[in-house]
């Protein structure tokens, strides 16, 4: 890499919640991905005050009412 390496540094955080029960668990996966990216930021703000978190979203999603859902 050419230049400041810092710029193209990124963590990719992915989770997964599977449920056998109606409701969905969406809300768990998203909880469960961000609570691992604000461990990461609390862990390592002092290194660089300038990270920020981004781009949480569901990216799938299968049963339920509303069925199956991919939005890569």
Do not use: P
């Amino acid at each position: 890499a050419q230049g400041n390496e810092k710029e193209f540094a990124h963590i990719e955080i992915k989770g997964t919640a599977k449920n056998v029960g109606k409701t969905g668990v969406e809300m768990e996966a998203l909880v469960a991905v961000t609570t691992a990216a604000l461990t990461i930021y609390d862990m390592a703000k002092a290194v660089d005050r300038a990270m920020h978190i981004e781009n949480v979203r569901l990216v799938e999603k299968r049963g339920g009412k509303s069925g199956e859902i991919k939005l890569k």
